[in-house]
């Protein structure tokens, strides 16, 4: 995250620049973008450390939710420079803008547009190889920050070139809008991990595998399966059935050959396995007094 601080620091300091020389809202929009993303920046780097932290007495599952917290901390900073963008363009509509020196302008955005368009994309392709949603969501932020500044470039050009001064504010009325998208983006992804949203594709993924171990006899069933994310971690749980004559460490060593499959199902992240062992009559084996859990993929096995 240090390179990435350094660059949104350069690059804040010349959008701010850019601003007070030409005194364009839709320059502005683009600063204060990139002065939301330097407090985003600084906190996804305290993420990633604070995630990297082993699981401890009070964590036992780890730290990795930081990293929705975080995701969604900068979701909620995007949302708040879109509305304070939205809010100063549909005033200098209303009283109009009062524009200098253009040209200074738009040639420091368009040099800075190229420098995040490089962050980006390292940002991005670092993320999804290391599988951290910490690095792709400031990515992404930097590319929202790219495409913004083309934006500008693009508006400001025409407002340059026609002396049509009202194309300014419309153009970061235009940018807040994408910004908003941005952060819903965000924000929706934050709180599908918070509130541990299952991927349908992993559950297919496990469920598929589980099926095939009852298929080769493997296995004689599953039920009370569940998984959930945090982080570049899969947490897995499931019961798995056994003929109830078969010894133990028979049954232990099969749980086994199973475990191997599902890990190998998330090649990218770091899976850890719980598996509760039971015969076949499980039902019968249960005292009186036993209340099975609610086993929320049993719609999906059918």
Known sequence: ?????????????????????????????????????????????????????????????????IAYFASAVEGTLILLAALGIAWT?????????????LDVGLYLIAGLTLVNLALGQYLIRTGRRTNSLVLVSNGRHVMTDMWTSLGVVVGVGLVWLTGLQWLDPVVGLLVAGNILWTASGLLRRSVYGLLDEA???????????????????????????????????VWIEYHLMFPGDMPIHEAHARSHQVEDRVDALFPDEDA????????RRHDEAHPDQHREPTDPLREVLG
């Open 1 to 65: 995250m240090g390179p990435s601080l350094r660059v949104t620091t350069y690059t804040m300091a010349g959008k701010v620049t850019a601003t007070y020389l030409t005194g364009s809202t839709a320059i502005l929009s683009d600063a204060a973008e990139s002065v939301i993303h330097l407090f985003a920046t600084g906190f996804a780097g305290f993420s990633l450390w604070y995630a990297a932290t082993p699981p401890d007495p009070g964590h036992p599952y780890g730290h990795g939710k």
């Open 89 to 101: 363009a549909v005033r200098d509509l209303m009283v109009g803008a009062s524009l200098q020196r």
């Open 199 to 233: 991927d349908p594709e992993a559950t297919k993924a496990l469920l598929d595998e589980l099926a095939t171990a009852v298929e080769e006899d493997l296995i004689a069933g599953f039920h009370q399966v569940r998984h959930r994310r945090s982080g570049d971690q």
């Open 272 to 279: 850890y396995v719980t598996a509760h062992l039971e015969p």
